[in-house]
């Protein structure tokens, strides 16, 4: 058996790596992330510019604090209406993430779901449904398909869907990311929560309004059990199942007299009840979900890396 002194004098050898850092940067970098939550974009962007050049300075164009940089600066040109200048520096992000940590990391998957939004915001309708198809491929290779941030991406890929017109779509993603919340939250998770009432408005999009009256009761009773019945967010699923309701009943009035209307051979009766019934179904009686940015509570798992 070999001697080994480390079981006698129990003594270890430590390993120490220098990491060049700046203060300078990390300080402007934090400044800038602080005027960018506070909603002030203008010094935000300054900071983070100089942050940005420090960066470049200390550690090089390829490095991960670079990359955070810059996709800390896409964040804030995308939440000051700058779409284009946010696309721009996402991708730098992007690129610097996949040449230093690799093509299949976290890093990678949150920059593209982000670049989704980026380019959603600008028009791209394409690149965005390829950005979170990628982000979506990621998450469920990296982390497998039932982790919160897979449900987060489908949550996201659901909303692109919806504001493209592709609400079936759009609800099937929905589907997805409540049953992924379900198996990884629990099924009194706020999240889940959330995930029943983005079902709930896509089902009444598409006119279903039983399915979307189910799934709001069910968003409702999560929200009573954590918050209690005197919460906005129990107050806001009140309105909401009430506004269901009614739409439901008024469809299925529309459709009653539709019904009886053809059975008395009424045609001109009939095509005015059918017009009836097609205005009750549009979604302009319904405010639809619009796209959750970065912050929202949908995509609540990607702001850690924001």
């Known amino acids: 058996m070999p001697f080994v002194v480390?079981?006698?004098?129990?003594?270890?050898?430590?390993?120490?790596?220098?990491m060049p850092g700046s203060r300078d940067a990390r300080e402007l970098l934090e400044a800038g992330t602080a005027y960018l939550t506070q909603g002030q974009f203008v010094p935000a962007y300054q900071?983070?510019?100089?942050?940005?050049n420090l960066h470049h300075q200390v550690f090089g164009p390829m490095h991960v604090d670079t990359a955070n940089v810059y996709s800390t600066l896409a964040l804030t040109c995308y939440h000051a209406g700058e779409n284009a200048q946010a696309m721009d520096f996402q991708q730098r992000a992007i690129i610097i993430y996949e040449r230093v940590l690799g093509l299949d990391s976290f890093e990678v998957a949150h920059a593209h779901m982000h670049q989704a939004l980026f380019t959603h915001g600008a028009g791209h309708r394409h690149a965005s449904e390829k950005h979170i198809a990628r982000a979506l491929y990621l998450f469920e290779l990296i982390a497998g398909?039932?982790?919160?941030?897979?449900?987060?991406?489908h949550m996201n890929a659901a909303m692109i869907k919806e504001e493209n017109?592709?609400?079936?779509?759009?609800?099937?993603?929905?589907?997805?990311?409540?049953?992924?919340?379900?198996?990884?939250?629990?099924?009194e998770h706020v999240q889940v929560a959330l995930s029943h009432h983005a079902v709930a408005v896509a089902s009444a999009l598409l006119g279903e309004f039983r399915n979307a009256v189910n799934h709001e009761k069910m968003a409702k009773s999560v929200y009573l059990v954590a918050h209690g019945n005197k919460h906005a967010t129990v107050v806001r699923s009140h309105y909401w199942l009430e506004h269901f309701t009614a739409l439901a009943v008024q469809t299925q009035l529309v459709h009653?007299?539709?019904?009886?209307?053809?059975?008395?051979?009424?045609?001109?009766?009939?095509?005015?009840?059918?017009?009836?019934?097609?205005?009750?179904?549009?979604?302009?009686?319904?405010?639809p979900p619009q796209?959750?940015?970065?912050?929202?509570?949908?995509?609540?798992?990607?702001?850690?890396?924001?």
């Open 256 to 287: 009653n007299k539709l019904i009886e209307s053809k059975k008395k051979g009424a045609a001109n009766a009939a095509a005015a009840a059918n017009a009836a019934m097609v205005r009750a179904l549009t979604p302009a009686h319904i405010i």
């Open 6 to 18: 480390s079981d006698i004098l129990d003594l270890h050898p430590v390993v120490k790596a220098h």
């Open 165 to 187: 017109g592709q609400v079936r779509d759009g609800l099937r993603h929905l589907e997805s990311a409540l049953e992924r919340n379900q198996l990884a939250l629990g099924p």
């Open 145 to 153: 398909p039932n982790h919160p941030d897979t449900a987060a991406a």
């Open 291 to 306: 796209l959750q940015g970065i912050n929202s509570p949908f995509t609540w798992s990607a702001t850690t890396r924001a």
């Open 47 to 52: 900071l983070l510019s100089e942050s940005l």
